[in-house]
Nanobody
Framework: QVPLVESGGGLVQPGGSLRLSCAASGRTFSNYDMGWFRQAPGKEREFVAA????????NYADSVKGRFTISRDNAKNTLYLQMNSLKPEDTAVYYC?????????????????????WGQGTQVTVSS
């Protein structure tokens, strides 16, 4: 089990920044690849970014590449998503998720079905 709790969402103007955090309880956080997903009203949940359990490799959706940065602090059991140059189309509920299996040999995919643990989500609204 990897219980996850997101925080840091809110209302921001276009062009602004936010940093999301995802706190994991338990001692096994550092063994799991982690990801961020988002879901806008009426749309499918979509992949945003992923990071290896070692922190050494990352992957991003094309829509956020160059604007968002995923990182992790295994000593603090915390995952982050730094979001810059935010656009109205970034408005969504953002979820962090942990890989279904620990110590994966390659970076977890963008498929939500490869993730076994999910947070409750945090709302991000980009509007003037």
């Amino acid at each position: 089990q990897v219980p996850l709790v997101e925080s840091g969402g809110g209302l921001v103007q276009p062009g602004g920044s936010l940093r999301l955090s995802c706190a994991a309880s338990g001692r096994t956080f550092s063994n799991y690849d982690m990801g961020w997903f988002r879901q806008a009203p009426g749309k499918e949940r979509e992949f945003v970014a992923a990071i290896r359990w070692t922190g050494g490799r990352t992957n991003y959706a094309d829509s956020v590449k160059g604007r968002f940065t995923i990182s992790r602090d295994n000593a603090k059991n915390t995952l982050y998503l730094q979001m810059n140059s935010l656009k109205p189309e970034d408005t969504a509920v953002y979820y962090c998720a942990a890989d279904r299996v620990p110590l994966r040999a390659v970076l977890v995919t963008a498929n939500p079905q490869d993730y076994g643990y999910w947070g409750q989500g945090t709302q991000v609204t980009v509007s003037s």
